[in-house]
Nanobody
Framework: QVQLVESGGGLVQAGGSLRLSCAASGRTLSTSAMGWFRQAPGKEREFVATISWSGSSTYYADSVKGRFTISRDNAKNTVYLQMNSLKPEDTAVYYC??????????????????WGQGTQVTVSS
């Protein structure tokens, strides 16, 4: 059984930065695509970024392009999301996801094989 555990969320002022981490345990996910999604209050969960198993391909939502960077360390079974120039509209619970599909496919799925429990990110104005 795979567990994804997110960390790094918190409260930050607009314009600030946070780095989220998602550590996988129970099975190596070095051959899976991994990604980040988020859900704001009263809204549906939405795609943020995904990355291929090798790290060579990345995909981003238009709303975060140029501000967020996804990366991974397969030796640590961990994926990261560096978030810069944060805006109040980035406030949401951020979820890590993983599946053995192309990262472009993962970006559009609503039911990846594995979900994390989420970490809260709050950006104050």
């Amino acid at each position: 059984q795979v567990q994804l555990v997110e960390s790094g969320g918190g409260l930050v002022q607009a314009g600030g930065s946070l780095r989220l981490s998602c550590a996988a345990s129970g099975r190596t996910l070095s051959t899976s695509a991994m990604g980040w999604f988020r859900q704001a209050p009263g809204k549906e969960r939405e795609f943020v970024a995904t990355i291929s198993w090798s790290g060579s391909s990345t995909y981003y939502a238009d709303s975060v392009k140029g501000r967020f960077t996804i990366s991974r360390d397969n030796a640590k079974n961990t994926v990261y999301l560096q978030m810069n120039s944060l805006k109040p509209e980035d406030t949401a619970v951020y979820y890590c996801a993983a599946d053995f599909v192309h990262p472009a496919v993962l970006s559009t799925t609503t039911r990846p094989r594995y979900w994390g429990q989420g970490t809260q990110v709050t950006v104050s104005s």
